[in-house]
């Protein structure tokens, strides 16, 4: 196969695997919705679990992020592709057997897919300039890009419907997981293979990561960016992990799809402050960086509010199954656009002003910190739980959090 074709197949492969690793968490924090139900766990408990059960993927590239990039640098990177992919299929094999061994199980299996991750997340990126002109990267690299937050998004909604559907018959949730890791699998077994390059060497490799990160974190300026883009997934993540508690408790929804619509309304208005950023924005202007905190502080806070403040809680629309509570979606819209304004311009002077000969390596570090920021997201999360704080309470120190750091955060000029 010529290797013109890689391109294409890469797209398909990574929106596969993509899609099912969100699918597969909507499956696994979806059953504590009904174990919640039927008075099986307390609501502390599904908050507990919930926690545990979505940090599980963010472990593994914190402590593998030099290893898979030496491994992906030094290995034909379709090799990598695959076997991330093989990795996948035995940590949902590993959730399947959960159905029978217990439920525990479904938090390692999600470890292990976040190992295959950790594998697969450098070969996607770093296989491009391999396969395609340089004319073309940009491009590519925002298609890969798209793909990936199409995936995030449209992989919970699927995960939350299967697992409605599917609420007394996990095992077929899990073999429809297992068809489409396989197909990702497929997918890149059939790309023509990439060369290796046996002069990569393992201590050299990771020591360059390591100190590049050293740098990046001693800048004055690139420091406070990787701070910046830290804040925003900690938030992020802690958002996410409070939706289905919040959904159950104040919203009063009934099912795993009602609630993940929530983080629908969330993606849509990002991606509309991202599109409104790069219009609106210069590389390297920041100066507005700390206004769009404080200001996302804003619709947060007011989202505690929503239980009792009857005005937030109508009017609502109904499509089908789906509720829009309509104050709720404009907030979180709105919480969405002000992201995408603090987001967007980061990420760009971050890849802008960090030097163009070791980009690859300012993303890797990039993701090792955002990665760390998920994590003490769902460490929060699981002690607001243990401190028995509402999931309104949960909303306010998001508010805070953001307040504080509005306070405080400080960006050198350029």
């Known amino acids: 196969m010529s290797r013109n074709r890689n391109y294409p197949i890469l797209l398909a492969s990574q929106f596969i695997s993509s899609f099912g690793d969100n699918a597969l968490l909507g499956v696994i924090i979806g059953q504590l919705t009904y174990l919640q139900q039927r008075g099986e766990i307390t609501t502390d408990t599904l908050r507990s679990q919930n926690s545990l059960y979505t940090l599980m993927i963010f472990i593994p590239p914190i402590f593998l992020s030099s290893i ?3 491994l992906n640098d030094r290995y034909p990177k379709t090799t990598w592709l695959a076997r991330g992919n093989l990795v996948k299929l035995v940590g949902t094999l590993c959730c399947l057997s959960s159905i029978w061994l217990g439920f525990w199980l479904q938090g390692l299996g999600y470890f292990i897919v976040g190992i295959g991750v950790s594998i697969y997340g450098p070969a996607k990126y770093g296989i491009l300039p391999e396969i395609l002109p340089r004319e073309r990267l940009v491009k590519a690299n925002g298609m890969v890009e798209l793909l990936t937050l199409v995936a995030i998004l449209t992989g919970g909604i699927a995960g939350a419907r ?9 095992l077929h949730s899990y073999l429809i997981l297992l068809a489409m890791y396989g197909a990702s699998w497929a997918l890149n077994f059939s790309m023509a293979p990439t ?5 990569v060497k393992f201590g050299p490799s990771t020591g360059e990561f390591f100190r590049h990160a050293v740098a990046l974190f001693t800048h004055p300026r690139l420091s406070r960016t990787l701070i ?11 958002l996410k992990i409070n939706f289905q508690p919040w959904g159950l408790e104040v919203l009063h929804f009934t099912t795993n799809t009602q609630i993940a619509i929530l983080g629908v309304w969330l993606s849509v208005g990002l991606m509309l402050g991202s599109l409104l950023a790069g ?8 100066k507005w960086t700390r206004l769009f905190i404080a200001l996302l502080a804003v619709p947060v806070g007011i989202l505690s509010l929503v239980k009792v403040v009857p005005i937030l809680q109508g009017p609502v629309l109904h499509w089908g199954e789906i509720q829009v509570v309509v104050p709720v979606t404009v907030l979180l819209m709105l919480a969405g656009v002000i992201a995408g304004l603090f987001l967007i311009p980061l990420n760009a002077s971050l890849q802008d002003e960090s030097d163009h000969t070791k980009l690859g390596k300012t993303i890797a570090v990039q993701n090792l910190n955002d990665n760390l920021g998920m994590l003490l997201a769902g460490g929060m999360c699981f002690a607001a739980a243990q401190f028995h704080l509402s999931s309104s309470d949960l909303f306010v120190v998001v508010a805070s ?13 350029r």
């Open 401 to 413: 959090l953001l307040a504080g750091a509005a306070l405080f955060f400080r960006m050198p000029p």
């Open 68 to 70: 898979c990039g030496y």
């Open 228 to 238: 910046g883009t830290a804040l925003f997934w900690v938030c992020g993540a802690m």
């Open 195 to 199: 060369p290796a390059n046996i002069q």
């Open 162 to 170: 299967l697992s409605d559907v599917f609420r007394n018959q996990v």
């Open 279 to 286: 219009a609106w924005f210069p590389i390297g202007q920041l």
